[in-house]
Nanobody, 123 residues
Framework: QVQLVESGGGLVQAGGSLRLSCAAS????????MGWFRQAPGKEREFVAS????????KYADSAKGRFTISRDNAKNMSYLQMKRLKPEDTAVYYC????????????????WGRGTQVTVSS
């Protein structure tokens, strides 16, 4: 059974940075994409970024472009989300996910999910 565990969340002031990590373990790592999603209170879960596990090609939501960078380390089965110039509207629980579809941007395209890590950006 594949397990994904996020870490690195916390409280940061607006304009600050955080680096989220996602560690994968268990099962056979045969997915094509790892992605990051977020869900703010009272809102639906939304796509943030995804990365192709084989080519490292990336895709970002408009809200993340220019501020967030997704990366992965195949040898360590890790995915990272570097977030800079954070804004209060980035406050949410951030989830990593893995799935078989390259550049997937929809939740339904991912098979495995972590439990999330809280990111809070104060103004």
């Amino acid at each position: 059974q594949v397990q994904l565990v996020e870490s690195g969340g916390g409280l940061v002031q607006a304009g600050g940075s955080l680096r989220l990590s996602c560690a994968a373990s268990g099962g056979t790592f045969s997915w094509s994409s790892m992605g990051w999603f977020r869900q703010a209170p009272g809102k639906e879960r939304e796509f943030v970024a995804s990365i192709s596990w084989r080519t490292s090609n990336t895709k970002y939501a408009d809200s993340a472009k220019g501020r967030f960078t997704i990366s992965r380390d195949n040898a360590k089965n890790m995915s990272y989300l570097q977030m800079k110039r954070l804004k209060p509207e980035d406050t949410a629980v951030y989830y990593c996910a893995a799935g078989p579809t390259v550049w997937a941007t929809e939740s339904e395209q991912y098979d495995y999910w972590g439990r999330g890590t809280q990111v809070t950006v104060s103004s």
